[in-house]
């Protein structure tokens, strides 16, 4: 199976459960690994023919801005079923991670699969 990967997207967005988390705009961090299929793009060198990496950015980025959601966990899922749902991609794995969220850890997240790996 073929991927291709994005990493350390940074978003500012509203997450988590606390009162003054809900108030302020905190990054989130997001590493993405998509299923494709990059053989026809690799012979025919047109963009067209792959899964294209700056319009699934754009979108997450957007999204996640747009959002406001408590978990990290309900953020993950959505930006999997974005990706599966709107780019036609079979298989997805998201990590999101909060830096800083814990004292003492230099971050911490979510990683999930969603699909079916070919």
Avoid: C, H
Wanted: glycine share 6%; aromatic share 6%.
């Amino acid at each position: 199976m073929d991927k291709i990967f994005l990493s350390e997207l940074k978003v500012d967005t509203i997450i988590g459960i606390w009162e003054w988390e809900r108030r302020i705009r905190q990054t989130v961090v997001i590493d993405l690994e998509m299923s494709a299929d990059i053989a026809k793009a690799a012979a025919t060198d047109e963009v067209a023919d792959t899964l294209n990496y700056k319009l699934v950015a754009k979108r997450i980025q957007e999204f996640v801005a747009d959002s406001s959601f408590q978990l990290v966990e309900t953020l993950a899922e959505r930006i999997a079923g974005i990706i599966r749902d709107e780019f036609g991609v079979a298989w997805v794995k998201v990590r999101v991670n909060k830096p800083g969220a814990i004292r003492g850890s230099k971050d911490v997240g979510v990683l999930i699969e969603r699909g079916e790996r070919l």
